[in-house]
C-alpha cells in the first residue's frame, strides 16, 4: 500500500512540475515564427520548452543564492548549456520510446488531466472550461499539452523499465552496514593545566618571533574600504508617512478574518468513496473492533493526509453541529462534504478571539506606514536615476533627496548599520575606485548607492605592536604542549587492566560507540580517531585546550537484530540501489543519445536567448 502510495506522489509531482512550468513560463516573448530548436531523431525541441526550461533554472538559481541572477551571469555558469543538454536528453528518451511502441492511452491521460487541481473549479471537479482558459493563457492547446504529458507518462514507463531489474547490493550494502554500525567500548579521561606538575615555560624573544612569522594572517589587518553612501529605507520615512484613520480602519475591516476569529475546532476528515464504506466503518469504530487511526491506516494515509487544522463550524457544511457539539476525541458522522461523506474527529476546541481596533492599531499603522514608505522610495527611483545619470554626486543626492549621507570604513568582518544588508555588503566587496555609482535595493524595501573613495589594502601589524597578543598565543600554545607532554606520561602508564582513577585520572566509559555516535567534551574528530586505533591501544587527543586519554576496550560487530541497524541497513540499501539505478539509467540515456541523429539550429538558441538579455 505503501510503495503505491509512493508511486502516486511521485506521479502527482511529476504532473505538477510540468503543469506549473507552463503557467510559471507562459509564451511571453516567444510567441514568433520559430517554433522548433531543433530535431533529436523524430522529435522536435520546442522552443517554449527550452524557454521555459532556462527561465525556471535562472529563477531557481537566483533563490538559492538570495539574489537575482542575470542572463549573462547564468550563461557564463553554464545554466543554458546545461538546461540544453537536459531538454535532448528528455527528447531522446521520448524519441526511443516512441522507437519502442511505448504509450499510454486516451483514459489514462484523461484520467491524469481531470485530476490536476489547477484545472478543477472551486468544487474540487474537473471543469472544462477552467481547463480550455487555463491553457488559453499560456498560449497552447489541448492537444499540445496532453501530447505533452503522454510523452512524460511514457518516459516514465521507460525509466521504470531500465530500473525495475537493479538487483539488491547485499555485498556491498553489508560492507556500509559494517562500516557504519561497528560499534567501541572505550574508557577515556581529559586532563587540563591544573594536572601539569611543573611551570609553563615563559616566552622568549626568539619564542615571540618565531610565532609571529609562523602566524602571520593573525596579525594582519584586513583590508579596509572607505566608502561613501546614501540610503534610504521605510523605517526612515515611516514616521513623516500620513495615514488616515480611514485607511487604518478599511485595513482592519480587510482582515476581519484575522481579528475577529469564532469559536473553532481541531478536526480530521475521513473520505470515504459511498455512505455505505462510511456507514460500515463508523460501525466497525462503535463496536470497538478497530479506532479512528486504524481506519486512515487501513486507507494508506497518514493523519496528515486528513487533518483539517482548525475549522469554524461553517466550513464544516452538515459536519459543523455534530462537530462542534462532540467533546474531544470523539469520531462523528457519517455527514456530507464536498468530496464524499466522511467520518470526523474532533482533536480540541479553540475558543473564539477577538484583537478590537484600538489593539491592532499599532500594526495596522506600522503595516501601512512600511507599505506607503517603500511606495515613495519607489516613486522616487526613477528621479534618483536620473540624477544620477545627469552626473549627481551622492552628496548631491543627500541635499535634494530623502536620502541619507554616511562614510564607513568597510571590511569583511563590518555587519553593523548599512552593512548589515547583504546587498551592501556584496556591492562594497565588487566596488573600484572611479566607478560610476548605481542604485542598488535593500532586503527590507530601501535603497542605496555607494563610491569606493579609497582602499587601504592588507597590512602586517609590526611585532612591537602586538606583542601582547603573541606572548598570550605563546604561553598557550607552551602549556597545551605541557597538557600533552603530561597526558602521554599518563598513557604510557596505562594497561588494558589499569583503572584510571589509580593513577589520579576521573574515568568515564562508553559501551557502544559507532563513528556517528557524540561523546559531549571531546573534539569533532574524536570518534574518527577512536575508530583508527587496535582494540587495546591508548591514545591522547589533542583537544585544543585539554587532552583526552582514550583505551579501546571491545570492538563488536553491528547486531543484525537491533532496530536501528536494521534501519540502517534498509537505508544504505535503497540509496545504493538508487545510485546504481541512476548511474545506469545515466549510461542509458548517453548511449541513446549517441545512437539517434540530433540536430539543434544555433540560430535559434540565439534567438531565445536575445530574449532574455
Do not use: C
Not at 314 to 332: E, I, K, Q, W
Not at 348 to 363: C, H, S, Y
Not at 566 to 592: K, M
Amino acid at each position: 500500500m505503501a510503495q503505491k502510495q509512493g508511486s502516486r506522489i511521485a506521479v502527482w509531482v511529476i504532473l505538477g512540475l510540468l503543469f506549473v512550468g507552463l503557467i510559471g513560463f507562459g509564451a511571453t516573448g516567444f510567441g514568433g515564427t520559430i517554433r522548433s530548436l531543433g530535431t533529436v531523431g523524430d522529435k522536435d525541441v520546442a522552443v517554449a520548452d527550452y524557454a521555459r526550461d532556462l527561465n525556471q533554472q535562472i529563477r531557481a538559481f537566483s533563490a538559492q543564492i538570495g539574489t537575482p541572477v542575470s542572463f549573462p551571469q547564468a550563461q557564463s555558469m553554464g545554466i543554458d548549456a546545461q538546461v540544453l543538454s537536459q531538454l535532448v536528453t528528455r527528447r531522446v528518451l521520448d524519441n526511443e520510446a516512441d522507437r519502442l511502441g511505448l504509450s499510454v492511452g486516451d483514459e489514462r491521460v484523461r484520467e491524469q488531466v481531470v485530476q490536476i487541481p489547477a484545472f478543477q473549479s472551486l468544487n474540487g471537479q474537473f471543469d472544462r472550461a477552467v481547463y480550455r482558459n487555463a491553457l488559453d493563457r499560456e498560449n497552447t492547446t489541448e492537444a499540445a499539452f496532453e501530447t505533452s504529458l503522454r510523452e512524460e507518462m511514457a518516459r516514465t514507463l521507460l525509466q521504470a523499465a531500465v530500473l525495475g531489474g537493479v538487483p539488491q547490493p547485499d555485498t556491498y550494502t553489508d560492507a556500509l552496514v559494517q562500516f557504519v554500525a561497528e560499534n567501541r567500548a572505550i574508557t577515556w579521561a581529559s586532563i587540563d593545566a591544573t594536572a601539569l606538575t611543573a611551570p609553563v615555560p615563559g616566552a622568549t624573544d626568539s619564542d615571540l618571533q618565531a610565532w609571529y612569522d609562523a602566524h602571520p594572517e593573525a596579525y594582519t589587518t584586513p583590508e579596509q574600504r572607505a566608502i561613501t553612501y546614501v540610503w534610504l529605507t521605510p523605517d526612515m520615512i515611516a514616521d513623516d508617512v500620513e495615514i488616515d484613520e480611514q485607511a487604518l480602519r478599511d485595513l482592519y475591516d480587510q482582515r476581519i478574518d484575522e481579528f475577529v476569529r469564532p469559536e473553532r475546532r481541531l478536526v480530521e476528515r475521513l473520505i470515504f468513496a459511498d455512505a455505505a464504506a462510511a456507514d460500515a466503518a463508523k460501525a466497525r469504530l462503535d463496536a470497538g473492533e478497530i479506532d479512528f487511526d486504524g481506519l486512515v491506516a487501513e486507507r494508506g494515509l497518514d493523519l496528515a493526509d486528513i487533518d483539517l487544522g482548525d475549522a469554524a463550524k461553517s466550513d464544516l457544511g452538515a459536519a459543523g453541529d455534530p462537530v462542534f457539539a462532540a467533546a474531544p476525541g470523539d469520531v462523528v458522522g457519517p455527514a456530507d462534504s464536498p468530496l464524499g461523506p466522511a467520518l470526523f474527529r474532533m482533536n480540541a476546541v479553540l475558543a473564539a478571539e477577538e484583537t478590537t481596533f484600538e489593539d491592532a492599531l499599532p500594526d495596522l499603522r506600522s503595516e501601512l506606514a512600511g507599505e506607503r514608505s517603500r511606495r515613495v522610495i519607489d516613486d522616487a527611483r526613477d528621479g534618483i536615476n536620473d540624477l544620477l545619470a545627469g552626473g549627481a554626486t551622492l552628496e548631491d543626492l543627500a541635499t535634494r533627496t530623502d536620502l541619507k549621507l554616511g562614510q564607513i570604513d568597510w571590511t569583511a568582518d563590518t555587519s553593523d548599520g548599512i552593512a548589515a544588508y547583504e546587498s551592501f555588503r556584496t556591492a562594497a566587496a565588487a566596488a573600484t575606485e572611479g566607478e560610476f555609482p548605481a542604485l542598488v535595493d535593500l532586503s527590507d524595501g530601501g535603497i542605496f548607492a555607494l563610491r569606493l573613495d579609497a582602499v587601504t589594502p592588507p597590512v602586517l601589524r609590526p611585532l612591537a605592536d602586538v606583542t601582547d597578543a603573541v606572548v598570550t598565543a605563546v604561553m598557550d600554545a607552551n602549556a597545551q604542549a605541557a597538557v600533552v607532554a603530561q597526558a602521554a606520561l599518563l598513557a604510557g602508564l596505562i594497561r588494558p587492566e589499569t583503572g584510571f582513577d589509580t593513577l589520579g585520572l576521573t574515568p568515564k566509559t562508553e559501551a557502544v560507540l559507532t563513528r556517528q555516535s557524540f561523546v559531549a567534551g571531546t573534539p569533532q574528530d574524536f570518534m574518527s580517531e577512536v575508530f583508527k586505533m587496535s582494540l587495546g591501544e591508548v591514545k591522547v587527543i589533542d583537544a585544543g585546550t585539554t587532552a583526552i586519554i582514550v583505551r579501546l576496550d571491545a570492538i563488536s560487530p553491528p547486531d543484525p537484530t537491533n532496530p536501528q541497524v536494521v534501519a540502517n541497513r534498509t537505508q544504505l540499501a535503497e540509496a545504493a540501489a538508487a545510485g546504481i539505478s541512476q548511474d545506469l539509467f545515466a549510461a542509458f540515456a548517453d548511449t541513446l543519445q549517441q545512437a539517434t541523429k540530433v540536430e539543434i539550429n544555433q540560430a535559434a538558441v540565439n534567438a531565445v536567448h536575445a530574449q532574455f538579455q
